[in-house]
């Protein structure tokens, strides 16, 4: 899986798109600039909610192919080192993705098949909108991504500023809904 790569030294926190990488209080949501105002630790508690019930979904389909992983919802070296010998050598679907409280946030999601969802890497750019000035930063991400009766669930794996979302549609719109981030949130999302 192309993106950053799995390491004890990724951050923890988000921030905005400034600050990404500057010292921040482990686990500070005070210091978001990806828009909206946002309650301490109710996107967070989301996030983390949701990004575990779509992890165990990835560990259990993984199971199902052979790979004798703990379904615990944990992200680590196991469960990534068998979602790259599951998937295909060369992304299959690429989504362009916008986001953010006012689509400052622009990129792509180059996906492949592994049974049942998708995985694969995020590559966004801080293009700005109408409530943040562009700043350029560049973000990437893997991601686990499945495509239900309701419509797109996925979460990041691990993201190069440490600042992982969970995305879940909106009821009756499968290609746009919230995403929850360490960072903060919800933000809106859309893809196409």
């Not at 615990?72 to 362009?96: C, E, F």
Request: aromatic share 6%; with cysteine; glycine share 16%.
């Amino acid at each position: 899986m192309k993106g950053p790569a799995l390491k004890g030294g990724v951050a923890r926190n988000g921030g905005s798109a400034a600050n990404r990488g500057a010292a921040q209080p482990k686990g500070s949501v005070a210091n978001n600039n990806r828009g909206g105002s946002v309650k301490p630790g109710s996107a967070v508690n989301t996030f983390a909610t949701a990004s575990l019930t779509i992890l165990k979904r990835v560990q259990t389909q993984l199971n199902q192919l052979g790979a004798g992983l703990k379904v615990d919802g944990v992200i680590g070296a196991s469960t990534i080192a068998a979602i790259n010998k599951y998937q295909a050598p060369k992304a299959q679907v690429t989504l362009q993705v916008v986001e953010g409280a006012c689509g400052e946030w622009k990129g792509t999601w180059a996906l492949h098949k592994i049974g049942t969802f998708w995985a694969g890497a995020v590559t966004e750019k801080h293009v700005g909108g109408s409530c943040a000035k562009a700043t350029g930063a560049v973000r990437t991400a893997n991601i686990a991504v499945f495509n239900g009766a309701n419509g797109l669930d996925a979460t990041m794996l691990v993201a190069s500023d440490g600042n992982k979302c969970a995305y879940l549609s909106a009821q009756g719109k499968p290609k746009m809904g919230s995403a929850y981030c360490v960072s903060g949130g919800p933000y809106k999302f859309s893809v196409k």
